[in-house]
């Protein structure tokens, strides 16, 4: 059985920064997509960062120079270190993972999902 559970959100000030963290059990993620979600209220979720199995990697536009995807293959753990936030980054976060995707950042093609960590940025 796959789970997810992520850590690290909390309130920052706009400027600031969190490192959220996703610890994976009964899933390899030396082999297979996890990357991170997001969903603020009222929107629909979207893609924020992924890593493959081979550690390339995918950003949303909106985040590309200030957020990074990084993992650790023997924690089987995915971090998601972000820099200089934004109010408009303010969402809940989700880790997500799957074995087979079409469009990296598409949440859709993910089959696991975390329960969510709240980030809070405030201008």
């Known amino acids: 059985q796959v789970q997810l559970v992520e850590s690290g959100g909390g309130s920052v000030q706009a400027g600031g920064s969190l490192r959220l963290s996703c610890a994976a059990s009964?899933?390899?993620?030396?082999?297979?997509?996890m990357g991170w979600f997001r969903q603020a209220p009222g929107k629909e979720r979207e893609g924020v960062a992924v890593?493959?199995?081979?550690?390339?990697?995918y950003y949303a536009d909106s985040v590309k120079g200030r957020f990074t995807i990084s993992k650790d293959n023997d924690k089987n753990t995915v971090y998601l270190q972000m820099n200089s936030l934004k109010p408009e980054d303010t969402a809940m976060y989700y880790c997500?993972?799957?074995?087979?995707?079409?469009?990296?950042?598409?949440?859709?093609?993910?089959?696991?999902w975390g329960q969510g960590t709240q980030v809070t940025v405030s201008s």
């Open positions: 009964g899933y390899a993620s030396s082999r297979n997509y």
């Open positions: 890593m493959t199995g081979g550690s390339t990697t």
């Open positions: 997500a993972a799957s074995r087979w995707v079409v469009d990296a950042l598409q949440p859709e093609d993910y089959m696991y």
